[in-house]
């Protein structure tokens, strides 16, 4: 019945930045620099606390900010009514995630009252957007779902009119799916996607920017999933490998590989549907992304991109595809050859080690799985995996 209430770094950060980081620049004069430290501090300290969940004490932190926040002597109208509208926002969140914990109504009341003032502070459309979602899942949380479907349809409408940029709106759609269900009204689900899909297409025509667009065809690709409509979700998953095989006629090396990891979240929807011969291209088109990604690391390849291998060899082996899981925990070894061999190595590599060597064991290579439990056990005599090494290799 609960939507998770998710904060995203949307059009909202970007409020945040200046409410925080520019008050010297936006606000010039203030009492004493005593005073802005003060406020800086109080605030700084609110935005960890509600980081760490502890939302009660950041409450208490934001409000004393609050009260001391600079003054703008300008005219910067549109700059200081978004500060008011971030600061009430953060607030609301807080009350809202209380209630949450806690099952307090009295603090969804209050979270609500915030919220309000949030938006009713709110001149820029993009701050709408968020304060729209937080109040629509504040009121889904209190099972008022006609009122939250108001809310989500409001954030829709001008999401749709600002050409559907930001990603609040996806979330929307999904908490949107959620309380047509709740209210019985299974005949709206489908029209709202029917828009969505709509809109996206047009966007797909603008150009709209890339990373965006992959998002939400991949996201309205799982909600179709979850509704079972397997036609409507090959067509958005089918959409998204064609805009995806477009970026790479840019020039891959400008940029980040996490870029085209939907070619790997693609292979495992097509799995979902059945598709082994879609699953195996868009696995294949990663695994050639991802080489030429850790040959440009050469010897200084990250944490991640050990993951994206061993993961893409798990994907292999959901997919029935031994030989191609072989090849790819072949090369994941030997790139963990090479960050052993260096001496200034931090990541906590005895368990990238386990990992491959149960990897190993999962594909019936079991020389080549003691081979990796030993070189653990050599490199990592104190490694909390040490136990269970010994025991793979009988000792």
Known sequence: MRILIKVF????IGVFTIGMLGCGCLFPSTPSNTLMNLYIDLHTEAEFLRYDGKYREAIEKYEQAFKIRPRPTADTKVIDVSYLTLFKYRIAFCYAKLAETERDVSLYIKAEEVVKESYQAAILRSDQIGVLYLWGCILFNQERCAEARAKFEELLEISLQRGFHDIFAMNAMDALRKTYLELGDEAATPRAFGQLEA??????????????LEVALYRLGEMHLELEDETAARRAFGQLEEL????????????SLESFSYFHYLGDAYLKLGDTDAARRTFGRFEELLETFAQQEARDVSRERFWDFYYLGESYLELGDKTAALRIFRRLEEILEISLQREDRERSLDYDLYRLGIAYMELG????????????????????????AEGFLGR
């Open 9 to 12: 770094t949307g059009s909202v």
């Open 199 to 212: 809109r996206l297409k047009i966007a797909l025509q603008n150009r709209v920017p890339d990373r965006f």
């Open 244 to 255: 995806l095989e477009t970026s790479l006629q840019g020039e891959v090396r400008n940029r």
């Open 365 to 388: 290579e079991e020389a080549s799985a003691q081979k990796v439990f030993v070189e653990l056990l050599e490199h990592f005599p104190d490694s909390l995996f040490k136990a269970k």
